[in-house]
Each structure stands twice: as C-alpha cells, then as structure tokens.
C-alpha cells in the first residue's frame, strides 16, 4: 500500500512516463542558508496562489488563508538567531508540500514552546524541556516530541541528539480517536429531533432548527467535515436523466500526481428524502437568502435563534454559531424532557458515518474518496470505534425487540420505559392462541414452517423455561459466544480491509478482496442481529 513521503522532502519531476505515471527524484531536505533564494521563490509561488495573503518572507507575521478563515504565523524568536529563520524555512517547506496552513500552525506553536523553555535549545536547559513535559498531559507530550524531532532533525541543530533522545521518551502515541457520546443518549436526540418536527406547526418553528436536522440527516450517511457542511453552496443538489440523486461536496477536486495521494471526489449520490429536506429548507428560506451562495441560511439564524452577544454580519454559518443551535435544542427541547444527556458534537456525525460505510462492507479507497481524505491509513483511525459501534447497534436492537414485543412505540419510549421493561415478563403463555413445547420455552408458530433452526435466534420464540436459571444460563452462554464471533468476525474484517490491493493511481481495487469483505460483512450482520434476538430474552440486569 503507498504511503505518504514526509513534508520535508522534496520532489522534482525528471520524466513523465505515461499520462499518470511519472518518474521523480526525492531528497530530504535539511535547513541551509546557500537555500534561502529557493523558499523565498516557494514563498512566491504562495502567495501568487492565494496561499499566503499578507507579509513579507523577511517580516514576522505571515498570515494564510484556511479553509474558513486566515491563519497566522508569527515569527518573533529573532532572540534565539538563526533558529527563527530555520523555522520560517520549515513553515515554508511544510506548507508548500501541501500540509495544511492550521496543521502547521500547530507544528510551529509546539516548536516555539520549545525554543523558549530551552533558550533556543541550549544544552543546559535539557531538563526544563523534561520538566514542562512532565507537567503536560499525554497527547501534549506525544504531539510536542513530534513536532520538535521534526524541526530538529530538519534544522540539524548541534544538540538535535540530546533533543531527539528526550522526545523520543514522550513520543510515543497515544489513541486520540474521539470517545462518541453515549449510544442510548444519541438514539434519545434522534427521538427529540424527529418529535420536535413532527409537531411543528408554524414555518418559524422549523427554522429554529432546521440547519441542525439537515445536518443529522445528511452528515450521518456522508462523512462530511463540520466546515464542509456550514460550506455547502445553495444549489448543491441535482437530479440526473436517470432520476438519481447527486450532492456536490465543497471540496477541491483535483487529481494528484504524488504517490500514494488519492484525488479524492466531490459529487456523492444521495436519496430522494435529502434532497427533498433541501429543497424544503431551501424554500423556507428564500425571503432571506434567495440570492445567497451558501445552503445554510445566516440571515435565517439570526432571526430565529436570538444571541445575547453583538456579532458581525457574515456571509454564512460558522463553527460558534451552529453550537449555539446544538446548544440550544438540547437546553430547549431535549433537557427538559429526558434530562441532561451528553450532547453530540458537529464533529460526531462523521465519525458514524464511517462506522456505518466500514460495517456496509465499504472497502478503504471507497471510504477515503467519500470522506475526503487522501491518504489509505487515515481510515485505520476509525476502525477503532468499530467494537463499540457494533455493541451499542446490539444493545439498542435488542432493547428494540423487546419493546415491540409489547408493541410499545418510539412515541411512548422515554428514559424509564427499557428498565421498566427488562425487570418484567412480556408475555404470558395465555397470551397466545396456539403454542409448542420447545427447549427452555415454546414456538409460537407451527414448527414445521420454522426457517431458523435455533430457537433462540426466531422472533416466534417465547422464553419460558421450567428452571429461570438454567434458561438464563443456556441463553447467556449463547450471547457470550456470539459477542466471541462478532469480535473476530471484527477482526477479518480490519484484516481483509488492510490486507486488499489499492491502486491509488487509476482508483481502482481488488476485486476478490471486494467479495471476501463484503462476504464478511454480512456475517457479521448476520451475527450482530441474532445476539439481539438472544440479548432480547434476557432480563437487564442479565446483560
């Protein structure tokens, strides 16, 4: 599989083989002063691309422009020599290979931390940078080590040794994957998000909140960024000659000749339910921002979310502004109802969404097109939520089994209502009409139609042994031999995902590999959905 080359090397082109191939040198690049003509030609070509949009190369203050607002740089370690212009040379190299303007900010923060707790990395002041990392919390540690063993080996600085071996002691990683809300608290927001439009009466209530149910719906079936989906133009839906669905995507598309970099796409197929919360939306909205560029309607925020704080017009929502209206529906309609839930954050949604594509059988090059990234491995990172979305899938089905058992609906499902029922029989063998004795229970359809074999996997079974503990035992030796199958069936597929052949240049996979971890993928659907029919007969406090 490719992978990226560091920031810190640099390519040229000696040939170019065929249309996609090319044939390139790569060096690795360390600071010199005889270089200083070409980063301020790179510094150049910057800013004639938009890049960078003020300063001097020689001055202190850069800024760049990010994805929603400039980013700046401020060189003021002059104090510690020539250290500050290594460092602009780096900022220049870094983000002239393409490493974003925010990603390096923080690099050269972790860096300039750094020079001033060392004195410019002086030998003398080795225990004062051992003495602040000891203070700071784990990821600290991890990303500051690996922000200055990478200057410094850049840099070459006398004591970059001394340096790295230290930071080689904090280097180490640790997992940083986002620990997701609470499975059932998440089902309780969609609940309320869904009860909260069914019962809208007025046009101004459905404007309160609809940018945050255009957000549910979308961003949790594509993995969109939070930036992304504030960017979305306002005719980003269209309908082909073929009557399908398509979303364009505010991302750049544009095809990459590195190796291992992956042009990613920016038009993703969507259903007819989408597009028509858009189109719905976008109707509402026209009395404000018929004439805007973007989806999502400012003008129609600030009318009908009230803000204490005075702010500045601006052309589209923001990051502050959509939390508001997260903020404001939990404290306005989910709270006061079910209580105080952990909230979900913008950022959320991508992460399930990408648990959902990974358990559908998606393969990886798939995965990275539709959620935007360029390089294979950054869809490792979200493997790790993979154990825990697929139990938390089984819990809620099972409790889901449960209550429609009862033929209790959504409408009357509240906080109480899944211990209520786990602490009581649902039915009693009077309750039907016909039954078979079967082991620990009885079928409620005729055993000669039965397509399972497994009673305790079928919707008819009814669970009522003559020994409660023995019953229990036979079922929970089931679920815990499923739950072993599940985790292993998790594991194919991580290694099937990793193990298949990804040609990054034509965007293309390996079939048989495509097969095996679809094959894979519904075992494990397939499993996933009988531990719930088992875990369903069990009492709660059984689980």
């Not at 500050?84 to 931390?113: P, W």
């Not at 995507?249 to 028509?276: A, C, H, M, W």
């Not at 079910?338 to 991508?350: A, F, H, N, S, V």
Request: a neutral charge; charged letters at 30%; hydrophobic letters at 35%.
């Amino acid at each position: 599989m490719a992978k990226f080359h560091s920031a810190l090397h640099r390519r040229k082109t000696i040939e170019e083989l065929s249309d996609r191939t090319i044939l390139e040198s790569i060096e690795l690049i360390t600071f010199s002063r005889n270089d200083l003509h070409e980063y301020k030609e790179m510094f150049r070509e910057l800013q004639q691309k938009g890049v960078i949009v003020t300063g001097a190369f020689e001055g202190d203050l850069w800024s760049t422009q990010g994805e929603s607002s400039k980013i700046l740089f401020r060189f003021d370690c002059e104090l510690y020599g020539e250290v500050n212009l290594a460092l602009k040379c780096y900022t220049v190299q870094k983000i002239y290979n393409g490493i974003k303007a925010q990603t390096v900010r923080l690099n050269v923060a972790k860096i300039k931390e750094a020079i001033r707790i060392t004195r410019g990395f002086r030998p003398d002041y080795l225990s004062h940078l051992e003495d602040a990392f000891n203070r700071f919390g784990m990821h600290k540690q991890f990303t500051m080590a690996t922000s200055i063993r990478e200057f410094l080996a850049y840099y070459n600085h006398p004591y970059s040794d001394a340096y790295s071996d230290l930071c080689s002691i904090f280097n180490t990683k640790v997992s940083n994957v986002r620990e997701l809300p609470n499975f059932h608290d998440i089902l309780l927001f969609d609940h309320a998000l869904d009860e909260y439009f069914n019962t809208c009466t007025t046009d101004e209530e459905k404007l309160k909140f609809y940018p945050l149910l255009l957000w549910w719906r979308i961003t949790r079936i594509i993995p969109m960024r939070p930036v992304e989906f504030y960017s979305l133009r306002r005719d980003c839906t269209f309908k082909d000659n073929e009557d399908r669905y398509w979303m364009v995507l505010p991302r750049k598309k544009k095809k990459s000749t590195l190796p291992g970099k992956l042009e990613i796409t920016d038009t993703v197929q969507i259903n007819q339910e989408v597009f028509e919360f858009i189109e719905d939306y976008k109707q509402l909205t026209s009395a404000y921002d018929s004439e805007s560029y973007y989806l999502i309607s400012y003008k129609a925020y600030r009318k009908y979310v009230k803000i204490k704080t005075k702010e500045k017009a601006r052309e589209k929502m923001g990051a502050f502004q959509f939390i508001n209206i997260i903020d404001r529906f939990y404290d306005e309609i989910v709270t006061p109802k079910y209580g105080d839930l952990e909230r979900i954050k913008p950022g959320d949604t991508r992460h399930f969404a990408f648990c959902n594509m990974m358990l559908q059988g998606f393969n990886m090059l798939t995965i990275a097109r539709i959620g935007g990234h360029n390089q294979l491995e950054t869809q490792l990172h979200y493997h790790k939520h993979l154990d825990h979305f697929a139990s938390s899938f089984v819990h809620h089905a099972a409790q889901m089994l449960r209550m429609n058992r009862k033929k209790l609906m959504r409408s009357n499902w509240d906080v109480g209502t899944q211990a209520i029922i786990a602490k009581s029989k649902i039915y009693r063998l009077d309750d039907f009409q016909e039954t078979y004795k079967v082991e620990n229970g009885y079928c409620t359809d005729h055993p000669s139609r039965c397509q399972v074999g497994d009673c305790r996997f079928c919707e008819y079974y009814l669970f009522s042994p003559d020994d409660e503990q023995k019953g229990l035992a036979w079922l929970k030796d089931c679920s815990n031999l499923l739950e072993t199958r599940i985790k292993e069936q998790l594991e194919l597929i991580r290694y099937v995902t990793k193990s298949m052949n990804y040609d990054c240049t034509t965007l293309t996979y390996q079939q048989t590999g495509q097969e095996k971890l679809s094959s894979a993928c519904n075992e494990l659907r397939r499993l996933m959905d009988q531990k719930a029919m088992v875990d369903s007969h069990l009492l709660e406090d059984e689980l």
